[in-house]
Structures are given as structure tokens and as C-alpha cells.
């Protein structure tokens, strides 16, 4: 149990669909990210946010939008994805945004596009 | 900007033998160095961190990885495998240069445990 949920767990869905994925932390962190896990490739860091600001935007494309409500809750608004975009899509929280906190990961929501 | 190498994609090995996992890094500024592990279907769990002092750090669980700065290596070992080894290991870097909590992962490496 890593204190930190997402769901859905699996989503599939059409390029033309709009989705949202969702995490929760429970353990009382403050700063909060995305990061995409593709096959072979290492994991790549998509946003960050500490205390409920954005502090990273990795280059992502505006067609995944982030929403951080307060420092429990992280959601990934996707629309129009292309196939490419499929993945498995981790959440991660820390204490705080430095660099020798732990981060602490969720099980991943595994997104297919089809 | 900081870059993980881990050279070996898949790596056998019977129960009970040794295993080293390696992990090479660069980076211009000094590093805090990490290894994490996946099991299968979950999500991302550390194992242990190297942040400063001794450059030898353990984890509960038997594995061990040695901070190497002249080599710019973290490689993991563990003495004795068991079958519940098996998982991806990721090797990952964050550099001191107070940009916050960005890790840079490596592609990871699967350990495979075999009777």
C-alpha cells in the first residue's frame, strides 16, 4: 500500500473522446506529478505541482491538461489523444519539492488509444 | 541536465546467486542517485537512496548499491536472489542544482529469478 490511488486502473478509448484520470494522496504530501511509462523508454516526467501550483510543464502537448484542486488531489484531462499517447500514466507524491524527498508512486492508469 | 544509463535491459539468474544491476549516470552538478522497483501491475516503490555520507546504502530487503563518483556508477547488488526479486529496476538521478524534485530515470532493467 503506497498511499497513493489512481483510477481508473484501465481506460481505452477513441481519439475523439475526452477522459480524465484521477490520483489521491494520502499521506499528507505537498507536492504532487505526472509521468508517462512507455515500453523501452525511461519514464518521462510530465508535470509537476507543489502546493497546488504548477511548477513543471515538461513540454507536454496541450491535448493533456493537468488540474491540481489542493495538494490530495491530481487529475489528467486528456481529449483527442492520438495512438501514440498510450502508455501507462503514473502519479507520484512527495513532501515537499526537493530534491531528496522520496516520491511515492501509484499503480498507474494503463491508457489505450485507439 | 542529468542522464541514467543502465546497460542491461533483462538479467537471468538462478535463486540463491549473486545479481549486480548497473547504473551509470551524468551529470555536471553533484547528484542524489535512487533505485526504485516495479513489480508487476503496480506502480513504482523505492528501494533505496544514496543522498550523502556513506557512499554504501542498504535496503531492508537485502540489496545493496555503492556510490561510485570517480566511475559516475550506482550499481545495485544483492548477494542471494529469491523468486519475489523479480521485477523492473529502475535507476534514477536528481541533480542539486535546487530545480526541485525532477528525477531523471533510466529505461530500467528486468530481473528475472529462475528455479
Known amino acids: 500500500e503506497t498511499g497513493v490511488t489512481q483510477t481508473p486502473r484501465h481506460l481505452v478509448m477513441g481519439m475523439t473522446n475526452k477522459k480524465s484520470l484521477k490520483c489521491e494522496q494520502h499521506l499528507g504530501h505537498n507536492a504532487m506529478y505526472w509521468y508517462k511509462q512507455s515500453a523501452k523508454k525511461p519514464l518521462e516526467l510530465m508535470f509537476v505541482?507543489?502546493?497546488?501550483?504548477?511548477?513543471e510543464n515538461n513540454s507536454v502537448p496541450s491535448r493533456f491538461s493537468p488540474e491540481c484542486p489542493n495538494s490530495s488531489h491530481l487529475f489528467l484531462h486528456l481529449h483527442t489523444l492520438q495512438p501514440e499517447d498510450s502508455a501507462l500514466y503514473l502519479c507520484a507524491s512527495s513532501q515537499s519539492a526537493g530534491g531528496a524527498d522520496t516520491q511515492y508512486f501509484g499503480p498507474g492508469t494503463r491508457l489505450t488509444v485507439l | 541536465a542529468q542522464s541514467v544509463t543502465q546497460l542491461d535491459s533483462q538479467v537471468p539468474v538462478f535463486e540463491e546467486a549473486p545479481v549486480e544491476l548497473r547504473c551509470n549516470y551524468s551529470s555536471s552538478v553533484s547528484v542524489y542517485l535512487f533505485w526504485y522497483v516495479q513489480y508487476p501491475n503496480q506502480g513504482l516503490q523505492l528501494l533505496l537512496k544514496?543522498?550523502?555520507?556513506?557512499?554504501l546504502v542498504e535496503s531492508i530487503n537485502g540489496f545493496e548499491a555503492e556510490f561510485n563518483k570517480s566511475q559516475t556508477s550506482f550499481h545495485l547488488r544483492k548477494p542471494s536472489v529469491h523468486i519475489s526479486d523479480t521485477a523492473e529496476y529502475f535507476c534514477a538521478v536528481t541533480g542539486l542544482t535546487g530545480g526541485g524534485n525532477k528525477l531523471t530515470f533510466g529505461t530500467g532493467t528486468q530481473l528475472k529469478v529462475e528455479l
Open positions: 544514496y543522498l550523502s555520507g556513506s557512499t
Open positions: 505541482y507543489n502546493f497546488k501550483e504548477q511548477t
